[in-house]
């Protein structure tokens, strides 16, 4: 499986982005496809969850503001919303397979500022 994240880029505080990943490959081995983004300085933490049969999770910083959805078999949005200057880190595009082999794609900087 590869993965491709997209859509990143600047944003004045309260607007809106919406990030793409796109799978290739076995993609029907995929169990979850989950959003990470780690900050300079801290760790990489979990944002936002899909599962195979569309059950979805946001973290709490984010909850309200970001949602997750399959926008088809192989591609998942993360729309973010009403975004903060502590919104700023590179995201990343996670998938988890069924065999529990993790995937990573390459990030996307997601900049907040005015």
């Known amino acids: 499986v590869q993965l491709q994240a997209s859509g990143g880029g600047l944003v004045q505080p309260g607007g809106s982005l919406r990030l793409s990943c796109s799978a290739s490959?076995?993609?029907?081995?995929?169990?979850?496809t989950e959003w990470y983004r780690q900050a300079p300085g801290k760790q990489r933490d979990l944002v936002a969850t899909?599962?195979?049969?569309?059950?979805t999770d946001v973290a709490d910083s984010v909850k309200g503001r970001f949602t997750i959805s399959r926008v088809n078999l192989n591609t998942v949005a993360l729309q973010m919303n009403n975004l903060k200057p502590e919104d700023t880190a590179v995201y990343f595009c996670?998938?988890?397979?069924?065999?529990?082999?993790?995937?990573w794609g390459r990030g996307t900087q997601v900049t907040v500022s005015s």
């Open positions: 490959g076995t993609i029907f081995n995929i169990a979850r």
């Open positions: 899909i599962t195979d049969s569309g059950v």
């Open positions: 996670y998938a988890r397979a069924y065999d529990m082999r993790p995937y």
